[in-house]
């Protein structure tokens, strides 16, 4: 019998330099100065907050030119990133602040660029769109401002995990994840968070959250905001970007360690509401259980769990005021009902938190309260939670608070199918994405089982050793069995053990994505053709409703409404030479993707030796997904754009796409 192991997230805050006052504007230190970077291109930058009315300009002076540099908004400062590749060595710099009713300010940098340092900073990542997805769509209800992007965070981010993986042995339970404590491990980059950030020129930085196992971006970000500590990181008001990173050690297996890092941004605060809930009100599928974390909220407060008793609690329920606005808040009352039966909870704020981690020190709860139900919750209910008390301005006198807000939980989880196939154990169903607070199990007796994972949809546990007949399921949230089922063939009779695509196809199966032909087979090695393709493309979108009927030539019913919505989106473009039966292009194939998940095409030189041969329309969205590992050339460095796809070929892109990228409002 196996347990799925929890994710293991934590949360580290690094304090940014002390704001500095200036008469008519506040600042923070400007970079890049003292550090070592690890990119040829530094990005200089001053964060700067005018006073009201007020306004300024900042200069670079550097490598004998004078230099205007524009205010980024989205940042809060001044920002300009040096346009070409500066040989290693020690360089000086003086950034020149003024307003028109101070004095100028003059800051003079030092910094040199390492040897062997990047040429420049990445393009942004899947993970990365994701992650200012999903942090929007949840911030929007605490009428906070979006996430932006940088590039240096990006690089932190991806460095870190990398850096986290390739040295497991350097992370024993005393040490912390967010270190990296041996300088001469291989892809060293800093020794804390704030560390890395500058070392790849980051504007502010500091800010991480990081989860370790088997991390996808998007549940990652979910069981992060599961979670109180690492929530209150998320929809920090000040927080202005983001950069996200994920490794996994290049092993086929599914049971390979992995690290996904998310670095933040945090400038002046920005907030526009003076406080916010999680769960927001009117969310729906909110969790039933809180697994814990480390710092863990309930130290001190509640009972000591069982050793490896899971969930510690129910999911926990937080109203946070806006730090920029609110020094201190008073709880006088605060419940959880469901109808008219109260829950019982623990109650944590500033004053019942005790902080007993000894490798965390300093967490603290700051300007929010949290209730954490004793019990999980009930699956598909409806809770209102209620807080009442007093709250200390920033400047003024107590005055007395009251909220009230409503939510409702998911629904149980429920099995609808359990197959094996070369050695991987699918188990399908709805609402499995709660896995990442329920605890799921695997026994048949047998077998010897690796651990199982959550992804896109279903569960999946690899490698499986042995005959395997049957599978037992028990929801960790609540202790009862959720079934026992019998282990069935794979739903394709001519994927093979043998095949490449095999378990992608697998796995595009069991979210929807692909379908089969009547006589049971997939077909992978047969050119896919455009309305299979568009159809696919549909799927992962959810088979969206749309309306009209583009009546192309050869088109069958089963893809009208597919190829319908590609063109009503602009997926498909009349210049794009679709044909419904005839079978498509790599160039095509790869531009359709990109279009139907939203995604922008790529600027710049291509990585292709053929690039000529790409068609002009096409050719953004080829590199594009190439840089983002999507979509592969060939080892002779061409793209052969004009070459078919078979459809075992392009499961794999379209799993790849689906699994990195996935709706907000699926995932809340």
């Known amino acids: 019998m196996r347990r799925m192991l929890p994710l293991l997230a934590l949360l580290l805050v690094v304090a940014l330099p002390m704001g500095i006052a200036q008469a008519s504007f506040s600042y923070y230190d400007p970079s890049p100065n003292g550090v070592t970077l690890l990119v040829a291109t530094p990005v200089f930058s001053l964060q700067a907050l005018p006073d009201s ?14 230099i205007a540099m524009p205010l980024d908004p989205q940042q809060q400062g001044c920002v300009y990133q040096w346009p070409t590749p500066l040989a290693p060595g020690s360089y000086t710099a003086t950034i020149t602040v003024t307003s028109p009713d101070t004095n100028p300010l003059v800051e003079n940098l030092q910094f040199s660029v390492a040897q062997g340092a990047a040429q420049s900073l990445p393009q942004e990542n899947l993970q990365s769109i994701e992650a200012q997805r999903v942090l929007d769509y949840v911030r929007q209800y605490a009428s906070l401002s979006p996430a932006g992007f940088d590039a240096s965070l990006q690089a932190a981010a991806q460095g870190h995990a990398q850096y986290f993986v390739d040295n497991p042995t350097l992370y024993p339970l005393s040490v912390s994840m ?43 970000l979910q069981g992060l905001f599961d979670t109180t500590f690492h929530r209150f990181g998320l929809l920090d008001p000040t927080l202005t ?45 909110v969790p039933i259980a809180f697994e814990g974390e480390d710092p863990d909220p309930l130290a001190g407060i509640a009972p000591a769990a069982q050793t490896g008793a899971l969930p510690e609690s129910g999911y926990p329920v937080s109203l ?28 944590v704020d500033s004053e019942t938190y005790q902080d007993q981690n000894a490798t ?41 608070f009251q909220q009230s807000w409503s939510f409702t939980t998911c629904a149980a989880p429920e099995i609808t199918g359990v197959y094996e196939d070369g050695g991987t154990l699918f188990v399908e169903g709805q609402n499995l994405s709660q896995s990442y607070v329920s605890t799921y199990w695997f026994a048949s007796g047998d077998p010897t089982l690796g651990n199982p994972s959550y992804q896109g949809g279903h569960l999946i546990t690899a490698p499986v050793n042995g005959p395997l007949t ?16 019998a282990v069935n063939l794979a739903p394709f009779t001519d994927t093979g053990t043998a095949s490449s695509s095999q378990y992608f196809v697998d796995a595009d199966q069991a979210a929807g994505l692909v379908q089969g032909y009547p006589d049971g087979t997939f077909r992978p090695d047969a ?142």
């Open 178 to 220: 967010h270190s990296e404590p041996d300088a001469l491990a291989q892809g060293f980059i800093g020794s804390s968070p704030l560390d890395r950030d500058e070392a790849f020129s980051a504007v502010a930085g500091g800010n991480e959250v990081m989860v370790t196992g088997d991390p996808s971006g998007p549940y990652s």
């Open 470 to 485: 049957k599978v037992e399921v028990t929801d960790g949230s609540t202790g009862k069995v959720v079934g026992d089922y």
């Open 53 to 66: 009315g007020s306004s300024v300009a900042c200069t670079l002076q550097f490598q004998g030119q004078q």
């Open 360 to 400: 965390y020190p300093g967490e603290t709860m700051g300007t929010s309260v949290a209730l954490f139900p004793q019990q999980p919750l009930q699956y598909d209910t409806t809770y209102t939670a209620s807080m009442s008390g007093t709250i200390t301005p920033v400047s003024g006198s107590a005055q007395p």
């Open 527 to 668: 050119a896919v053709t455009g309305d299979q393709a568009i159809a696919m493309l549909y799927r992962a979108m959810g088979s969206p409703s749309t309306a009209g009927d583009p009546a192309l030539p050869g088109l069958p019913a089963w893809a009208r409404s597919a190829v319908a919505w590609a063109y009503a989106q602009s997926i498909v473009l009349p210049g794009d030479g679709f044909s419904a039966t005839s079978p498509a292009t790599r160039a095509q194939l790869a531009t359709w993707l990109w279009r139907a998940f939203g995604l922008s095409p790529a600027s710049g030189t291509s990585p292709f030796k053929d690039a000529a041969a790409i068609p002009a329309p096409f050719q953004g969205y080829v590199d594009a997904a190439a840089q983002d590992g999507v979509v592969l050339g060939y080892p002779d460095g061409t793209f052969r754009p004009n070459a078919t796809v078979q459809r075992g070929a392009f499961a794999i892109w379209a799993w790849r796409l689906h699994a990195a990228l996935i709706p907000p409002q699926q995932l809340f």
């Open 320 to 347: 946070t005021f806006d730090p920029g606005q609110v020094q201190s808040v008073a709880v006088s009352q605060a419940t959880l009902s469901q109808g008219q039966t109260e829950v019982p909870t623990y109650l």
């Open 241 to 285: 970007a983001v950069g996200a990173g994920l490794f996994q050690s290049p092993r086929s297996d599914l049971t390979a360690q992995s690290a996904y890092v998310l670095d933040m941004d945090t400038g002046f605060d920005q907030a526009t509401s003076l406080s916010w809930a999680l769960p927001f009100n009117g969310e729906a599928n």
